[in-house]
């Protein structure tokens, strides 16, 4: 039962990541959306607001992962126990899945409207501004490190990281921590997002990709499958990497 309850909380806390991320980007993307054409600045400022109230309702659950790359780079380190992995990812996946599908239903009347195919995919998931699949998957490598490292460094500095902890202690849910994690992800938006739109998170990208794929979107057109796995691969890698380069350098001790 306890198990259950940090993978239902991982499962809310994700869709509550897309439903609020996602719901930003359909604000300024679909026709006669209040909030069309608002731009970057809102778009980056909403994903990090949703990943700040997302950790806010679930951190002292599950430690509020809402990121497969999370996760496993926690796993890697020692931070976070291999048995609760695939329970983690799974809810995940369902938890992005079901947030993009409350999106579709809160925007209901503006896809048939809206004429533009990508930008309709684009709710649901990234795409390059510059398709080259080796520059892309660097970016989101170099994009998910900062995130993890970002993360522990927050945790850190509430000294709130303990090994083998399920819930890390609560560690996003501590005071102002949610908001800095936020704010760390409104920072890579604006400095890293550019060329790829910044997944840094297999679930935000995958499961909304299932969820438009499956979905009856008016003139939807193509989920761009052979992108999808340039945002799993990259983020997946990046938490590996982020999280190493906190464990390695000692500044968690």
Known sequence: MENMSVYL???????ILILLGGGVVAGVSLARSKALAAGWIVVTFGWGMAVAMAVYVVGTVSGAHINPAVTLGLASIGEFGWALVPGYIVSQMLGAIAGACLVFLAYFAHWRIT???????GVFSTAPGVRNPVANLTTEVIGTAMLVLGILGIGGNEG?????????SALFAHGLAPLLVGLLVFAIGLSLGGPTGYAINPARDLGPRIAHALL?????????????????VGPLVGGVIGAWIWHLTGFGT
Request: proline share 10%.
């Open 9 to 15: 909380a991982e499962f809310v806390g994700t869709a």
């Open 115 to 121: 004429d533009d195919p990508e930008a309709k995919l």
């Open 216 to 232: 009856p979107i008016p003139g939807k057109g193509s989920s761009d499958w052979g992108y999808a796995w340039i945002p799993v």
């Open 160 to 168: 709130s990281v303990t090994k083998g902890d399920a819930d890390l």
